[in-house]
């Protein structure tokens, strides 16, 4: 069997596709930290972000994430299924990503997608969804997204009673900069 021809286009198209993975992961994990700044520097600051009852800029998607994790004890955004299609002048791409997205919330009456509920008890919330995005690569910032739409496959609620405490003296997610993930430098053995 022959070996592929490694050209200069295919290594761009590689880069191309590293780089626009590296914001799809990084704006997951901002979301999650609450790291708005972060959330920013995913996006280009003219695109616009469709998700579910929000419509808006970058700007103004960071201002709602905030008001609505004020009440998310916990959130974890997986990603999976990444489709990337690069245009050939290697400016735009497609790209398709699944997401499911987990929260801990206080109360369903502070959930947008629950139309605030009357119920005021802790649960759980599971969102499945893909990111429909449109990525635009501009000249000294590099890839990031330009469109944005959250298209909703299903959503269930669950009650906190069917989930185990986590024991106080373990490790614990922290949804800011005291996180483990800052809260300790990298080492070595």
Known sequence: MSQPTVTADKVAQLIARAEITDVLLAYCQAVDRRDWQQVLECYHGDALDHHGPFDGTPQELVAWLDENHRHVMACMH????????????NQFARVESYCISYKTITSAAHDPWLNGAEDNGLYRRTVACRYVDTFENRADIGWR???????????????????IPIDPEMPSSRRDRTDLLYAQPVTTR
């Open 78 to 89: 997986r990603l999976s299924n990444v489709s990337i299609d690069i245009t050939d002048d």
């Open 145 to 163: 997204i330009f469109d944005r739409t959250v298209v909703l496959e299903w959503m269930r609620r669950e009650d906190s009673d069917q989930y």
